[in-house]
């Protein structure tokens, strides 16, 4: 994938290709303070000034080229920001830098010159913890209203305290019509907060010149609703596992629930019994396919407009899906059906009946997505809308920290679920599905193709499944009742859920629950890859770029 | 133009078909799976006040009264804080505690939706579906329970 | 014999006072405006549903009324009874005087339109002429509103308007001539007569010479033409509710929404009516009474647009204008050059 010489990448890897963390260190020199053991990864601690260097030594040099997410926390003597690095062409290689910052004075340097990702990403960190970049281009609130007093995350703040922020405090919209100066012939509008095509309260202030975008910024925040806290006052063993099924509406919710049961098996270490992988493997899956399908329909909302035939026959396809998890979970859009360490109920009985419904569903899938082909790949007129239009450079993608179809539509061959296996994914047949196009139209193709994927995953699921033998049907581990690990055990772990990779942080601190939780949203890095795409572009091809990226806000402000 | 075509022959063959999949509720109640958690039924005859469901409740919607010897007084449920993730079934010990499959209920107020025992106690099954065809582990405990309808006004 | 003959006729009046006359001719404009306005009724609220919902799998309406036929009343109640909202800072003349522009100028076109069983309110000898005129002047009511609005999804709406209907006017205009080189009028009943022949016989069925038969490609141009100049799908760019909001249309409620609304379909059934008119014979058909065949071909053309509306996507502007000036335009051309040609040869 990249255009740098060979050999330059084997920098601070074993012979056996595994990462070579004492060789690390010494390429970064002076800069380390220490070293620390997560259980996903090493990570240096280093001076918060030298952050760019240490940064961009581990991309340029080892190869890190994936800032994958950055979690801020405060400990009782300390501020502490964590960026998590890992590299595109081989996910298992992690690294972690830790920054402490002092708590009188906590600034530390700011990576996003070297990564683009971290603009938001420290933004956040600003806004919920109060750590200070030095460097950053614009430092301002991202979830919170600029109006907010202290940072919600932070210790010493009163959570007690409510905070409202009335309509005159708020920024008038009204005022400030010129972005660029004063002469200039450009317009903002507000596209959003509640705009047909943002799919949620999603707020982007487009600089029109005429009909093509100036300048885009999305603004995010409206629907922050304390997920990370919230997971924070939860239980691991119970009360966590419902929350993740709210940052996705779209009907990944299994997706995300994995995310957690994943990174909290590893925390706890808990091994899931195969059947339970099966399962859970193929419920995933049609969690997929759900959030793929509603993402091509409300795509075709995006460019045909009104809610007309397409959008309903995707929303009549994922019907059929729906009632196959209902049955199998309970609920058709709020599963809340994986356990650590496992699943919560076995297949439904008659299994043969659920089974047949799979298949059906399965069988008739090519003719449906012949119909979608139809409507929208092959027409001619979505052709002209969307081949050529929201283009997203490859290494712009890695430099915003692109996951899920947004990264595969162009053209990075990267998926978590092949290059860090975790479920069944690994003893099953299928392909990562990549388009070089970095178009919307690719990124289309690319949701319809792994719908195809998704199937065949599901089809040999079932196979499994049948042929299982009936007394090794263990659908969970024996997991204690109250889960409380060592204290200051952190681990950072990630799945490819519907809309990008999902990744998980948890520190504990020795009670039974996290002592801090964060979420890395893989709509939260795609949507920042928005004025990348739109800028120069028709404000229709601003409202398509959108709606390919297939953000869903609940993960964005989580 | 073969693909513009190809498009609104697509559409033209679902209008002919005449396949509909709308459900015209309420004439025509939809079928729910025996999973489906819907609102939150709770039988003081077998509960034992161990207060897990209160504990194990992610977001404080059930509230349980006690006296001084641990008696149970009160079982307060606020159905519209409930998530309905089947946590408190879960957990309870002594089966005190099931999800209908009833999605029917409405309030004027959200004060309305704070349920006590009694009104948990007459939550109608769905459909009058049989509580043994309800979901695992077997229910039939719960059978004869519950005919009452509940006064929604 | 227009319809204003007939009443004057029937009322005793003399034709040929002006005073007299005029009103013999407002109560047949009345008579027309009220039959095309029963046909919006229906077509708006009632059969857009259920033709929308047949081809997305669903039912729509049922439950007022038999069929659900009913809706129309409700929604009329509905709507009339919704507050008018009026937005600070609207120009007010202007946006008020909008609704009625683009209502109004398409049932001024059902004046000349010849509906057969002598339903005609009007037939000047520059008919057509009067036809794409008058239609047209609902551009002037698109950017009146918005620009008036004073809302820039409106504002960004009522330019795509205009530029989409100077783009899709001329090749209007021009495929309409090539059928005035055959019939030589621009007199609407005369554009009726000229397509009573017979153009072949294939199986002991005769075609007639409708020129939607004898120049099948100026037919295809005029429809994807008047499509864009209805503002239908793929070509609905100034209302584009994905894009911007609704275009237009944005700060319009209550009333001043139900003319908007009322305009958008009355443009739609006078667009069918100009294609019946001066493609599809008129109210030429057999056995059934002219009217009911006018009423057919109209409700066909609507039928087009929404099976459009269901299945294609929509054109971005700068597109939609290269359409118009770079393809449409000249093929428009062509189809004149040639039909002047053949017209010139053969006749």
Same mark, same amino acid.
Request: glycine share 8%; charged share 25%; net charge negative.
């Given at each position: 994938?990249?255009?740098?010489?060979?050999?330059?990448?084997?920098?601070? &890897?074993?012979?056996?290709?595994?990462?070579?963390?004492?060789?690390?260190?010494?390429?970064?020199?002076?800069?380390?303070?220490?070293?620390?053991?997560?259980?996903?990864?090493?990570?240096?601690?280093?001076?918060?000034?030298?952050?760019?260097?240490?940064?961009?030594?581990?991309?340029?040099?080892?190869?890190?080229?994936?800032?994958?997410?950055?979690?801020?926390?405060?400990?009782?003597?300390?501020?502490?920001?964590?960026?998590?690095?890992?590299?595109?062409?081989?996910?298992?290689?992690?690294?972690?830098?830790?920054?402490?910052?002092?708590?009188?004075?906590?600034?530390?340097?700011?990576?996003?010159?070297?990564?683009?990702?971290?603009?938001? @990403?420290?933004?956040?960190?600003?806004?919920?913890?109060?750590?200070?970049?030095?460097?950053?281009?614009?430092?301002?609130?991202?979830?919170?209203?600029?109006?907010?007093?202290? @940072?919600?995350?932070?210790?010493?703040?009163?959570?007690?305290?409510?905070?409202?922020?009335?309509?005159?405090?708020?920024?008038?919209?009204?005022?400030?019509?010129?972005?660029?100066?004063?002469?200039?012939?450009?317009?903002?509008?507000?596209?959003?907060?509640?705009?047909?095509?943002?799919?949620?309260?999603?707020?982007?202030?487009?600089?029109?010149?005429?009909?093509?975008?100036?300048?885009?910024?999305?603004?995010?925040?409206?629907?922050?609703?304390?997920?990370?806290?919230?997971?924070?006052? =939860?239980?691991?063993? @119970?009360?966590?596992?419902?929350?993740?099924?709210?940052?996705?509406?779209?009907?990944?919710?299994?997706?995300?629930?994995?995310?957690?049961?994943?990174?909290?098996?590893?925390?706890?270490?808990?091994?899931?019994?195969? #059947?339970?992988?099966?399962?859970?493997?193929?419920?995933?899956?049609?969690?997929?396919?759900?959030?793929?399908?509603?993402?091509?329909?409300?795509?075709?909302?995006?460019?045909?407009?009104?809610?007309?035939?397409?959008?309903?026959?995707?929303?009549?396809?994922?019907?059929?899906?729906?009632?196959? &998890?209902?049955?199998?979970?309970?609920?058709?859009?709020?599963?809340?059906?994986?356990?650590?360490?496992?699943?919560?109920?076995?297949?439904?009985?008659?299994?043969?009946?659920?089974?047949?419904?799979?298949?059906?569903?399965?069988?008739?899938?090519?003719?449906?997505?012949?119909?979608? @082909?139809?409507?929208?790949?092959?027409?001619?007129?979505?052709?002209?809308?969307?081949?050529?239009?929201?283009?997203?450079?490859?290494?712009?993608?890695?430099?915003?920290?692109?996951?899920?179809?947004?990264?595969?539509?162009?053209?990075?061959?990267?998926?978590?679920?092949?290059?860090?296996?975790?479920? #069944?994914?690994?003893?099953?047949?299928?392909?990562?599905?990549?388009?070089? =196009?970095?178009?919307?139209?690719?990124?289309?193709?690319?949701?319809?193709?792994?719908?195809?994927?998704?199937?065949?995953?599901?089809?040999?699921?079932?196979?499994?499944?049948?042929?299982?033998?009936?007394?090794?049907?263990?659908?969970?581990?024996?997991?204690?009742?109250?889960?409380?690990?060592?204290?200051?055990?952190?681990?950072?772990?990630?799945?490819?859920?519907?809309?990008?990779?999902?990744?998980?942080?948890?520190?504990?601190?020795?009670?039974?629950?996290?002592?801090?939780?964060?979420?890395?949203?893989?709509?939260?890095?795609?949507?920042?890859?928005?004025?990348?795409?739109?800028?120069?572009?028709?404000?229709?091809?601003?409202?398509?770029?959108?709606?390919?990226?297939?953000?869903?806000?609940?993960?964005?402000?989580? | 133009?073969?693909?513009?075509?190809?498009?609104?022959?697509?559409?033209?063959?679902?209008?002919?078909?005449?396949?509909?999949?709308?459900?015209?509720?309420?004439?025509?109640?939809?079928?729910?799976?025996?999973?489906?958690?819907?609102?939150?039924?709770?039988?003081?005859?077998?509960?034992?006040?161990?207060?897990?469901?209160?504990?194990?409740?992610?977001?404080?919607?059930?509230?349980?009264?006690?006296?001084?010897?641990?008696?149970?007084?009160?079982?307060?449920?606020?159905?519209?804080?409930?998530?309905?993730?089947?946590?408190?079934?879960?957990?309870?010990?002594?089966?005190?505690?099931?999800?209908?499959?009833?999605?029917?209920?409405?309030?004027?107020?959200?004060?309305?939706?704070?349920?006590?025992?009694?009104?948990?106690?007459?939550?109608?099954?769905?459909?009058?579906?049989?509580?043994?065809?309800?979901?695992?582990?077997?229910?039939?405990?719960?059978?004869?329970?519950?005919?009452?309808?509940?006064?929604?006004? | 014999?227009?319809?204003?003959?007939?009443?004057?006729?029937?009322?005793?009046?003399?034709?040929?006072?002006?005073?007299?006359?005029?009103?013999?001719?407002?109560?047949?404009?009345?008579?027309?405006?009220?039959?095309?306005?029963?046909?919006?009724?229906?077509?708006?609220?009632?059969?857009?549903?259920?033709?929308?919902?047949?081809?997305?799998?669903?039912?729509?309406?049922?439950?007022?009324?038999?069929?659900?036929?009913?809706?129309?009343?409700?929604?009329?109640?509905?709507?009339?009874?919704?507050?008018? !909202?009026?937005?600070?800072?609207?120009?007010?003349?202007?946006?008020?005087?909008?609704?009625?522009?683009?209502?109004?100028?398409?049932?001024?076109?059902?004046?000349?339109?010849?509906?057969?069983?002598?339903?005609?309110?009007?037939?000047?000898?520059?008919?057509?002429?009067?036809?794409?005129?008058?239609?047209?002047?609902? /551009?002037?009511?698109?950017?009146?509103?918005?620009?008036? /609005?004073?809302?820039?999804?409106?504002?960004?709406?009522?330019?795509?308007?205009?530029?989409?209907?100077?783009?899709?006017?001329?090749?209007?205009?021009?495929?309409?001539?090539?059928?005035?080189?055959?019939?030589?009028?621009?007199?609407?009943?005369?554009?009726?007569?000229?397509?009573?022949?017979?153009?072949?016989?294939?199986?002991?069925?005769?075609?007639? /010479?409708?020129?939607?038969?004898?120049?099948?490609?100026?037919?295809?141009?005029?429809?994807?033409?008047?499509?864009?100049?209805?503002?239908?799908?793929?070509?609905?760019?100034?209302?584009?509710?994905?894009?911007?909001?609704?275009?237009?249309?944005?700060?319009?409620?209550?009333?001043?929404?139900?003319?908007?609304?009322?305009?958008?379909?009355?443009?739609?059934?006078?667009?069918?009516?100009?294609?019946?008119?001066?493609?599809?014979?008129?109210?030429?058909?057999?056995?059934?009474?002219?009217?009911?065949?006018?009423?057919?071909?109209?409700?066909?053309?609507?039928?087009?647009?929404?099976?459009?509306?269901?299945?294609?996507?929509?054109?971005?502007?700068?597109?939609?204008?290269?359409?118009?000036?770079?393809?449409?335009?000249?093929? /428009?051309?062509?189809?004149?050059?040639?039909?002047?040609? !053949?017209?010139?040869?053969?006749?």
């Amino acid at each position: 994938m990249s255009l740098e010489e060979p050999g330059t990448r084997d920098v601070g &890897l074993t012979k056996a290709g595994e990462v070579n963390y004492d060789e690390l260190e010494a390429l970064l020199g002076d800069a380390v303070l220490g070293r620390e053991t997560h259980l996903n990864a090493e990570a240096f601690v280093i001076r918060p000034d030298a952050v760019q260097d240490t940064l961009s030594t581990l991309k340029e040099e080892a190869g890190f080229d994936f800032l994958n997410c950055v979690t801020a926390q405060e400990y009782q003597d300390r501020y502490e920001t964590i960026y998590h690095m890992t590299k595109y062409d081989d996910r298992t290689q992690e690294v972690g830098v830790v920054v402490p910052t002092s708590k009188d004075d906590p600034v530390s340097e700011s990576a996003e010159p070297v990564f683009r990702t971290a603009d938001w @990403h420290e933004r956040e960190a600003y806004d919920l913890v109060g750590i200070e970049y030095a460097d950053h281009p614009d430092l301002r609130r991202i979830l919170l209203p600029e109006t907010w007093q202290g @940072h919600p995350l932070s210790m010493d703040y009163d959570q007690t305290k409510p905070q409202i922020v009335t309509l005159r405090e708020n920024k008038n919209p009204l005022q400030e019509d010129q972005r660029l100066n004063d002469d200039s012939d450009t317009m903002l509008l507000n596209i959003g907060p509640h705009h047909p095509a943002t799919h949620g309260v999603l707020h982007v202030e487009a600089t029109l010149d005429g009909e093509q975008v100036a300048d885009v910024e999305p603004d995010i925040g409206y629907i922050h609703r304390c997920e990370e806290q919230m997971c924070q006052q =939860g239980t691991y063993r @119970h009360q966590i596992m419902p929350y993740p099924d709210r940052w996705d509406w779209g009907g990944a919710g299994l997706l995300n629930e994995w995310a957690y049961a994943r990174t909290a098996e590893e925390l706890a270490d808990i091994d899931v019994p195969e #059947y339970a992988q099966v399962v859970r493997t193929m419920s995933a899956e049609l969690s997929r396919i759900l959030s793929h399908m509603l993402a091509v329909a409300a795509y075709a909302l995006d460019t045909i407009g009104d809610f007309t035939a397409t959008f309903m026959y995707g929303m009549q396809d994922r019907e059929v899906v729906q009632n196959i &998890l209902e049955d199998l979970t309970g609920q058709r859009l709020m599963f809340n059906y994986f356990r650590l360490g496992g699943v919560a109920w076995d297949l439904p009985e008659p299994r043969e009946e659920f089974f047949e419904k799979i298949r059906a569903f399965i069988d008739d899938l090519p003719e449906k997505l012949e119909e979608y @082909h139809n409507l929208l790949t092959s027409n001619e007129i979505m052709q002209v809308r969307t081949v050529d239009t929201g283009y997203l450079d490859p290494e712009v993608a890695k430099n915003y920290g692109a996951t899920g179809p947004v990264a595969r539509g162009s053209g990075i061959d990267y998926d978590v679920r092949r290059d860090d296996p975790y479920g #069944y994914y690994d003893k099953l047949d299928w392909d990562v599905v990549t388009e070089d =196009g970095g178009d919307n139209y690719a990124r289309l193709l690319v949701r319809l193709q792994e719908v195809e994927e998704s199937a065949k995953i599901i089809n040999q699921c079932v196979d499994l499944l049948e042929d299982w033998p009936e007394e090794d049907r263990t659908i969970q581990a024996n997991v204690p009742r109250t889960i409380k690990p060592e204290p200051d055990t952190e681990v950072y772990k990630s799945v490819e859920a519907a809309k990008g990779e999902l990744g998980i942080y948890i520190r504990s601190d020795g009670t039974d629950s996290p002592a801090r939780f964060k979420i890395r949203g893989g709509s939260f890095s795609n949507l920042q890859t928005l004025p990348e795409m739109a800028e120069g572009e028709y404000i229709a091809d601003l409202i398509a770029s959108l709606g390919s990226l297939d953000t869903i806000m609940g993960e964005v402000d989580r | 133009m073969i693909g513009l075509l190809k498009s609104m022959a697509t559409t033209m063959k679902h209008a002919l078909d005449g396949e509909t999949f709308t459900v015209e509720y309420p004439e025509e109640a939809p079928e729910v799976s025996p999973r489906f958690r819907g609102v939150h039924k709770f039988s003081q005859e077998r509960c034992i006040w161990c207060r897990q469901c209160e504990n194990v409740c992610p977001n404080d919607t059930i509230q349980i009264v006690t006296d001084d010897q641990r008696n149970g007084e009160e079982y307060n449920l606020h159905i519209g804080q409930c998530i309905y993730c089947r946590l408190c079934e879960e957990v309870c010990p002594v089966d005190a505690i099931l999800l209908t499959q009833n999605f029917e209920f409405t309030a004027d107020t959200k004060d309305e939706l704070a349920y006590n025992k009694e009104q948990l106690k007459n939550v109608p099954w769905y459909k009058d579906i049989d509580p043994l065809e309800s979901r695992e582990p077997d229910r039939g405990a719960w059978i004869g329970e519950g005919e009452g309808e509940l006064d929604y006004q | 014999m227009t319809l204003s003959d007939t009443i004057a006729g029937l009322l005793g009046l003399n034709a040929n006072d002006p005073l007299q006359f005029f009103l013999a001719a407002i109560i047949a404009s009345a008579i027309v405006g009220t039959f095309m306005l029963v046909n919006v009724a229906i077509a708006g609220p009632w059969a857009k549903r259920k033709i929308t919902a047949a081809f997305t799998d669903r039912i729509a309406v049922n439950r007022i009324g038999p069929f659900g036929l009913m809706v129309i009343v409700a929604d009329a109640v509905r709507l009339l009874s919704k507050e008018l !909202i009026v937005p600070e800072e609207v120009d007010r003349p202007a946006w008020d005087l909008a609704p009625l522009v683009i209502a109004g100028s398409a049932l001024f076109g059902f004046a000349v339109i010849p509906m057969g069983n002598g339903i005609q309110v009007a037939d000047p000898e520059a008919g057509l002429a009067y036809v794409f005129a008058v239609a047209s002047l609902a /551009s002037l009511g698109l950017v009146m509103a918005g620009y008036a /609005s004073n809302n820039k999804y409106s504002m960004l709406g009522g330019l795509r308007a205009v530029a989409q209907n100077l783009a899709y006017e001329i090749p209007l205009v021009l495929t309409g001539v090539s059928v005035v080189i055959f019939a030589g009028t621009l007199q609407m009943s005369e554009i009726v007569a000229a397509q009573t022949g017979t153009l072949a016989t294939i199986a002991g069925i005769p075609i007639p /010479s409708w020129y939607a038969f004898v120049n099948p490609f100026a037919f295809v141009l005029f429809l994807v033409a008047n499509l864009a100049e209805v503002g239908r799908n793929p070509f609905d760019t100034p209302e584009a509710p994905t894009e911007i909001v609704a275009g237009y249309q944005t700060e319009y409620s209550s009333v001043y929404f139900v003319l908007m609304y009322l305009g958008e379909f009355i443009h739609i059934f006078l667009g069918g009516a100009i294609i019946a008119t001066i493609f599809l014979g008129g109210p030429a058909g057999p056995v059934l009474p002219g009217i009911v065949w006018f009423l057919i071909k109209i409700w066909a053309v609507f039928l087009f647009t929404q099976w459009a509306r269901s299945a294609l996507p929509r054109v971005r502007i700068d597109q939609l204008i290269e359409i118009g000036w770079k393809g449409m335009l000249v093929l /428009s051309f062509a189809n004149l050059i040639l039909t002047a040609i !053949i017209v010139g040869v053969v006749v």
